[in-house]
């Protein structure tokens, strides 16, 4: 099989429509499997009789290629049938009851990606689309998180509950564990001691959030560890924030072609309280072309919103930092976007 791209791994990924599983017996786990199909993911079932699990055989919609000696050729035509024809992610729509489980990151574009803004980012979009009645969930990984504190809402657990493997709770548990906030949407915080949610811990979150609420929002801390890789993989919408600092391009450049192959699909770049007007000119001039996706001009009246626990979206739509959480807002819902202002018009606003 050394011709296919293939990961080899002792449990299964989170469950996404489209993707393709080829699972050896001994590792299936009948639950697993079942909402794996039930999720819209092709799975294909290898290895001998005797390993097979009873409760699997009562799963519809598996493919078997289960006996004594198998043609792994077979397997390999499989993996190549279905890798060609994988469909697309599912995307929500405008109502809740379409919601299917996404999760978006605010992730920094640079290891030392402190202080552009990830939290403001989070809390508004999270407030925007709870305004628009989509169930909606934050989880703060970032160590020494403060959204917490400035939400000022008391939470009984932190994101450190999904450290240590335990057996996986209801529904209802997991919505329980995100406290509601005013702003009326649940929040699970970070401990704000420093401690890394591991890689393992951060999907065990993820599947837990995904059948809990419509949308979930990761804010993710700065630095690249091992959290950071593990969220944007798992996540279907990733968003990765800078400045407008021009001496950063190049890095940014370089953090955008490592990190692209780990998304689900293209992240998006958004350049977020930077000083330099002409700064989303000069980045569409080192990407040849192509613009970050969105551009937000320095807003002290935005911070100082977000230190309060307030959402300057909500306050003032109209506002470039509106119309951008606006813009993100559709995005993760799949929604068609209205056409772009003449390039003049966005330069004066602040909004690309």
């Not at 970032?142 to 450190?160: M, N, Q, Y």
């Not at 969105?294 to 509106?322: C, H, Q, S, Y």
Request: glycine letters at 8%; hydrophobic letters at 40%.
């Amino acid at each position: 099989m050394s011709d296919v791209p293939h990961q080899w791994r002792a449990t299964c990924p989170l469950p996404v429509a489209g993707d393709a599983w080829v699972v050896e017996a001994p590792f299936a786990e009948p639950e697993t499997l079942a909402e794996a199909v039930r999720s819209g993911v092709s799975v294909l079932l290898v290895g001998s009789p005797g390993q097979v699990d009873p409760a699997i055989r009562t799963i519809q919609g598996l493919e078997w290629q289960v006996g004594e000696e198998l043609d792994p050729e077979a397997i390999l035509a499989w993996m190549r049938t279905h890798g060609e024809t994988k469909a697309p992610r599912p995307a929500i729509r405008k109502h809740a009851e379409a919601a299917t489980g996404v999760v978006a990151v605010f992730a920094g574009l640079l290891p030392t990606g402190g202080g552009v803004g990830k939290d403001t980012l989070a809390l508004n979009t999270a407030a925007w689309l709870a305004k628009r009645k989509i169930d909606v969930a934050v989880a703060d990984l970032d160590p020494f998180g403060t959204l917490g504190s400035k939400l000022r809402e008391a939470s009984f657990e932190t994101v450190d509950i999904f450290a240590e493997e335990r057996p996986e709770p209801d529904v209802e548990t997991i919505r329980r564990m995100f406290a509601p906030v005013k702003l009326g949407f649940g929040l699970l915080p970070s401990s704000g001691q420093g401690t890394v949610l591991p890689g393992d811990g951060v999907k065990r979150l993820i599947h837990a959030a995904r059948r809990a609420f419509s949308v979930t929002i990761l804010n993710l801390g700065s630095g690249q560890t091992n959290a950071y890789y593990a969220a944007l993989e798992a996540a279907t919408h990733a968003y990765l924030v800078g400045q407008g600092d021009r001496g950063k391009f190049r890095a940014y450049k370089r953090a955008l072609e490592e990190l692209t192959p780990l998304c689900r699909q293209a992240p998006r770049v958004i350049l977020n309280r930077f000083y330099d007007k002409d700064a989303p000119r000069l980045w569409e001039e080192e990407f040849a072309g192509s613009p970050p996706f969105a551009a937000i001009f320095e807003d002290r009246r935005v911070f100082e919103a977000t230190e309060a626990g307030e959402a300057a979206a909500l306050k003032d739509p109209k506002r470039p930092f509106g119309r951008a959480i606006e813009k993100i807002v559709q995005d993760i819902l799949g929604e068609e976007q209205a056409s772009e202002e003449p390039r003049k018009e966005a330069r004066r606003k602040w909004l690309w």
